[in-house]
């Protein structure tokens, strides 16, 4: 049985970190409002640069001299994986889950003989798999909490993911990252990035744009100086993207993992006050019985 | 056939315009060309410049566009953007910080022929900044 000032240090420090976590709450909440309007004012431009895209490679399918960033490098030994997670921890399972997803998918490459190499983006992620995978880690590249810098590194990151792939270091590069649905919910996907692939749902609605516009278009300047300052641009776009979805989801997240500790924080409170009252009462209790049986005794 | 089609303004950080328009005229990199309903398709990177669109009320809206490229269907326009302003935002910092951008662009060029085109670049944004 906890003595009474054992009791009541331990609802001060409860009370304490519960002050903690709804302030984190709320900072959340606050930054999570800024980062979701980008998140969703950014995916216009990201989903209509893949329509043309899809329009492009729907153009050029089986032509020879296409460029490598659209067909492949016709190989696929080498894997990047690029992992995009966040810079700060207490997040829920925000950072672990984006991790798990790599994992499982560098686990499952590496047994079908694939050579598996790692970016990293934000210190988590890297954190997460450095210890398993400390050999394939090429790199970390660390964000920074502005926006505008972010779009810097993104930039940066595609320009070197391009010239990583010009010099053949890797065939085929998948990016992890979180995709903002919702406040509660944010699931984590794997995106191929280069070669530039489809995911089914993409497929279908740029299927439908599409169709009877894709064999003859016109290119101006000429077609192989737009693709050159397309493709890059979109993989870049989509970097872009990837940590701006990633920005909204780990807000929810966190604030929905805050949200959570303050309520449980709360009901420890509720469970150590009643043992503290009941310690106290049953100590007055015992002092009377004590009083009384003296009283008798005389 | 129909007067307008639709037209997309998008840039990363958002969509600036989408609505129908009567013509949208485009400063492509090879010259200024204007989009009306039922033009052939065609792909081209933009330069520097005002987008000018005329909405099917006859009222007209001016946008500075910098980088990026205009996709035209014969029922759709969509302009992908690196960097958009409606012109009655747009004012001599916001130009002096592009023309910097742009700037460094040039000093950063690889090859030659980048180091032409961000230099084209460049003295459309003067262009624009003296005309302003």
């Known amino acids: 049985m906890p003595s009474l000032k054992d009791l009541r240090t331990r609802i001060a ?10 302030a ?27 329509t043309v895209i899809a329009r492009l490679r729907a153009a050029l399918q089986g032509r020879a001299g296409a460029p490598r960033l659209i067909t492949g490098s016709g190989k696929d030994n080498v894997h990047l994986l690029l992992v995009a997670t966040a810079e700060r921890g207490l997040c829920g399972g925000f950072n672990s889950g984006i991790a ?3 994992r499982d998918e560098a686990l499952r490459l590496q047994a079908d003989g694939k050579q598996v190499k790692i970016l990293c983006v934000g210190i988590k992620g890297h954190d997460a798999l450095k210890t398993m995978f400390s050999d394939q880690m090429v790199d970390l590249v660390r964000l920074s909490g502005d926006q505008a810098e972010n779009y810097r590194i993104a930039r940066e990151l595609g320009t070197r993911l391009v010239e990583m792939f010009e010099a053949e270091e890797f065939d085929i590069c998948t990016m992890f990252y979180s995709r903002f649905k919702s406040v509660i919910s944010q699931t984590p996907v794997a995106q191929p990035l280069i070669p530039s692939t489809l995911t089914e749902a993409d497929e279908d609605s740029a299927g439908a744009k599409s169709k009877g516009a894709q064999a003859c278009y016109d290119y101006e300047p000429d077609e192989s100086e737009i693709l050159d300052d397309l493709l890059p641009r979109n993989i870049r776009v989509q970097i872009y993207r990837a940590i701006l979805e990633n920005g909204a989801s780990e807000q929810g997240a966190r604030m929905t993992a805050m ?35 003296g009283a008798d005794a005389l | 056939m129909a007067d307008t089609f639709h037209f997309e303004l998008v840039s990363p950080v958002k969509l600036l315009f989408s609505a129908e328009a009567a013509m949208v005229v ?11 309903p039922g033009h052939a398709p065609v792909i081209s990177t933009v330069r520097p410049g005002m987008l000018d669109i005329s909405l099917p009320g006859g009222e007209k809206q001016r946008v500075f566009v910098r980088g990026g ?11 992908l953007a690196e960097f958009a302003l ?7 910092t916001v130009l002096a910080q592009q023309i910097k951008n742009a ?14 085109r961000a230099q084209e670049h460049l003295d459309h944004l003067i262009k624009i900044e003296s005309a302003l």
């Not at chain 1, 420090?13 to 709804?22: D, L």
């Not at chain 1, 900072?27 to 999570?32: G, R």
């Not at chain 2, 700037?103 to 032409?116: F, G, I, L, W, Y």
């Open chain 2, 86 to 92: 409606p012109e009655s935002e747009l004012d001599k």
């Open chain 2, 69 to 79: 490229f205009a996709d035209v269907a014969p029922d759709a326009l969509t302009v």
């Open chain 2, 103 to 116: 700037q460094e662009d040039v000093d950063d060029a690889a090859s030659d022929e980048a180091r032409n």
């Open chain 2, 26 to 36: 485009v400063p492509g990199v090879e010259g200024d060309f204007a989009v009306m």
């Open chain 1, 13 to 22: 420090s409860v009370k304490s970190t519960q002050k903690i976590t709804k």
């Open chain 1, 24 to 50: 984190m709450q709320m900072v959340a909440a606050a930054k999570l409002r800024r980062a979701q309007e980008s998140a969703e004012e950014a995916r216009p431009y990201a989903e209509r640069i893949e």
């Open chain 1, 259 to 293: 949200d959570n500790a303050t309520r449980n924080a709360g009901e420890m409170i509720d469970k150590l006050t009643l043992q503290y009252n009941r310690a106290r009462q049953a100590m007055i209790t015992k002092e009377l019985i004590e009083i009384i049986s």
């Open chain 1, 100 to 102: 798990k997803l790599a």
